[in-house]
Every structure is written in structure tokens, then in C-alpha cells.
């Protein structure tokens, strides 16, 4: 069963508390998020937020990018760009009507589809 944990506080104020209760529920094997493309902000604070548990508790850290919990479809950039993944490339490309992407955790997490070069996409093309 997955757990689903909503909040509209910002992940920096909130990630810390759900992080301690989640800890108190279940023992946490290992950490796996979404490094890139999306908001740079929000990849920052989870890295950093992941990152620190993971030494602090000895955990293993995991990443892929976001185009496998959307089943990669293309994501949002600026204006009428968009992040787009064309094999292993992640580049921006414009386009006038985007398929909506739905953001989903799937039932299972293949360890093989992620990596512990967890580092955020920092290398993908300037948006502008």
C-alpha cells in the first residue's frame, strides 16, 4: 500500500516533519526521488534535505529524473518550453500544445532504473 502525505506547505518548512513521522511508522531502507528537470528550487531542497538524512542516518540515496514517474511525457519549463527527453538526452524544446502529464509513484521502484549519482540535473539547457 502506498501512503500518500499532502501538505501546501513549502518542502523546506514541511520535509523535516513528514521525514520524522514517516521514521517513526516505518523502518526507511533507502531514499529514491526525482532529480530534473522541474522547478530547480524544490529538486535543491530535496537533494540537500535527502542527501543529509542519508549520511546522517546511514541510508542509501537513490535518483532518476522525473520523466519516469510521468512515463515521460514532456514537463513544463517557461512559457512554451519544455523539458523533453529523447532517449537518454534531456534537452528544452518548444511546442504549442503539450500532452498533460500526470506525475505518479508507481506500485514498485525498480532499483535498476535509478542510480546513486544523485547530484540534480544541473547540466540540462538553459531555459530562456
Same mark, same amino acid.
Given at each position: 500500500?502506498?501512503?500518500?502525505?499532502? $501538505?501546501?506547505?513549502?518542502?523546506?518548512?514541511?520535509?523535516?516533519? =513528514?521525514? @520524522? +513521522?514517516?521514521?517513526?511508522?516505518?523502518?526507511?531502507?533507502?531514499?529514491?526521488?526525482?532529480?530534473?528537470?522541474?522547478? &530547480?528550487?524544490? =529538486?535543491?531542497? %530535496?537533494?540537500?534535505?535527502?542527501?543529509?538524512?542519508?549520511?546522517?542516518? @546511514?541510508?542509501?540515496? &537513490?535518483? #532518476?529524473? %522525473?520523466?519516469?514517474?510521468?512515463? @515521460?511525457?514532456?514537463?513544463?519549463? =517557461?512559457?512554451?518550453?519544455?523539458?523533453?527527453?529523447?532517449? $537518454?538526452?534531456?534537452? #528544452?524544446?518548444?511546442?504549442?500544445?503539450?500532452?498533460?502529464? +500526470?506525475?505518479?509513484?508507481? /506500485?514498485?521502484?525498480?532499483?535498476? /532504473?535509478?542510480? #546513486? #549519482?544523485?547530484?540534480?540535473?544541473?547540466?540540462?539547457?538553459?531555459?530562456?
Amino acid at each position: 500500500m502506498i501512503k500518500t502525505v499532502l $501538505s501546501d506547505e513549502k518542502s523546506s518548512d514541511i520535509l523535516p516533519s =513528514i521525514f @520524522n +513521522d514517516l521514521s517513526k511508522e516505518y523502518t526507511i531502507k533507502g531514499l529514491f526521488y526525482a532529480n530534473g528537470p522541474g522547478s &530547480f528550487m524544490a =529538486i535543491k531542497i %530535496a537533494y540537500i534535505f535527502l542527501k543529509s538524512m542519508s549520511v546522517l542516518k @546511514n541510508i542509501p540515496l &537513490f535518483a #532518476t529524473d %522525473a520523466f519516469y514517474f510521468n512515463k @515521460n511525457q514532456p514537463i513544463k519549463a =517557461i512559457g512554451k518550453l519544455y523539458f523533453v527527453k529523447i532517449s $537518454s538526452e534531456i534537452k #528544452t524544446q518548444k511546442l504549442e500544445m503539450a500532452p498533460e502529464a +500526470d506525475f505518479m509513484l508507481p /506500485d514498485v521502484l525498480e532499483y535498476d /532504473d535509478f542510480s #546513486t #549519482t544523485v547530484s540534480p540535473l544541473y547540466g540540462i539547457g538553459a531555459v530562456g
